[in-house]
């Protein structure tokens, strides 16, 4: 069936990378853009930024550009979003989600979420 | 900076309610809005796009409307498992914005 498969829970200290997983299965994969979306604890959801498998291109939210890079692998149907200079306020959730890439679209399939924490 | 609220931010409603949610953007966005239900401890489920098109699965109790800058979502009839929080989104164009969100309880 169509899944996002996001990889496990992560711990790092301030000032560390992490790089979180998504990988697609049960659609072809370059059909569909990637969205990054995180929730910190007890608050809402933020969008975070856009890759788009077809292309190899990516757009990035504002708050986030100098310190995120989001890549894919065709090969492996997996998009991956590395976030630099963590720091407490990066603990959150990160959920990747698909756009149908032929229209502007909502996102219909959700990744399980992965949680990373940071912390000294 | 693009901008959705969301109002009210927390609501209490009695089984069999008829709820109704609000959304603004600050600038239109034609139909390209979309719901989010997300029930506690869980992933974010799609319930509306297109303003008022119901995605595959939801109960008929849920619709939406609207176009431009003001939309809603409407519970025709609150049932026990809608405990959850509501969020709109803009998907005209980046950034995604989504709105704060609507805590949803039931009295």
């Known amino acids: 069936q169509v899944q996002l498969v996001q990889s496990g829970a992560e711990v790092r200290k301030p000032g560390a990378s992490v790089k979180v997983s998504c990988r697609s299965s049960?659609?072809?994969?370059?059909?569909?853009?990637v969205h990054w979306v995180r929730q910190a604890p007890g608050q809402g959801l933020e969008w975070m930024g856009t890759?788009?498998?077809?292309?190899?291109?990516?757009n990035y939210a504002q708050n986030f550009r100098g310190r995120v890079t989001m890549t894919s692998d065709t090969s492996t149907s997996t998009v991956y979003l590395d976030l630099s200079g963590l720091t407490s306020e990066d603990t959150a959730v990160y959920y990747c989600?698909?756009?149908?890439?032929?229209?502007?679209?909502?996102?219909?399939?959700w990744g399980q979420g992965t949680t990373v924490i940071v912390s000294s | 900076d693009f901008q959705m609220t969301q109002s009210p931010s927390s609501l209490s409603a009695a089984v069999g309610d008829r709820v109704t949610i609000t959304c603004r953007a600050s600038q239109g966005i034609s139909n390209f809005l979309a719901w989010y239900q997300q029930k506690p401890g869980k992933v974010p489920k799609l319930l509306v796009y297109?303003?008022?098109t119901l995605q595959s699965g939801v109960p008929s109790r849920f619709s939406g409307s609207g176009s431009g800058t003001d939309f809603t979502l409407t519970i025709s009839s609150l049932q026990p498992e809608d405990v959850a929080t509501y969020y709109c989104q803009k998907y005209d164009s980046a950034p995604r914005t989504f709105g704060p969100g609507t805590k949803l309880e039931i009295k």
């Open positions: 049960g659609y072809t994969f370059t059909s569909y853009y």
């Open positions: 297109a303003a008022s």
């Open positions: 890759m788009y498998p077809d292309s190899g291109g990516t």
């Open positions: 989600a698909r756009e149908y890439s032929y229209s502007d679209d909502a996102f219909d399939i």
